[in-house]
Nanobody
Framework: QVQLVESGGGLVQAGDSLRLSCAAS????????LGWFRQAPGKERAFVAF????????SYADNVKGRFTISRDNAKNTMYLQMNSLKPEDTAKYYC??????????????????WGQGTQVTVSS
């Protein structure tokens, strides 16, 4: 049974930074792409970033590009999201997930599975 657990969320002020973690257990994710998504109240879950198994390919949503950095430590089976220059519009619950197929480059929500329970990020103005 695959389990993903997010952590690192909190309440911060605009301009601050946070680092989210996504710890995986149950199996390794060799060859699989990992992604971050977020969901604000009343809105659909949206793509934030993904990273390939090797870490050699990353992709970001336009509204976080240049501020967020995704990374992973395969030895620890953990993925990270460094969020800098946070804005009130970044307020959301952040989720991590893994692609359903290995070597898959995708931003589509339906291509990801094994969702974690999420971690709340709230940015005050």
């Amino acid at each position: 049974q695959v389990q993903l657990v997010e952590s690192g969320g909190g309440l911060v002020q605009a301009g601050d930074s946070l680092r989210l973690s996504c710890a995986a257990s149950g199996r390794t994710f060799d060859g699989y792409t990992l992604g971050w998504f977020r969901q604000a109240p009343g809105k659909e879950r949206a793509f934030v970033a993904f990273i390939t198994w090797s870490g050699g390919w990353t992709s970001y949503a336009d509204n976080v590009k240049g501020r967020f950095t995704i990374s992973r430590d395969n030895a620890k089976n953990t993925m990270y999201l460094q969020m800098n220059s946070l804005k009130p519009e970044d307020t959301a619950k952040y989720y991590c997930a893994v692609t359903k197929r290995p070597s898959f480059l995708t931003r589509a929500l339906t291509d990801f599975g094994s969702w974690g329970q999420g971690t709340q990020v709230t940015v005050s103005s």
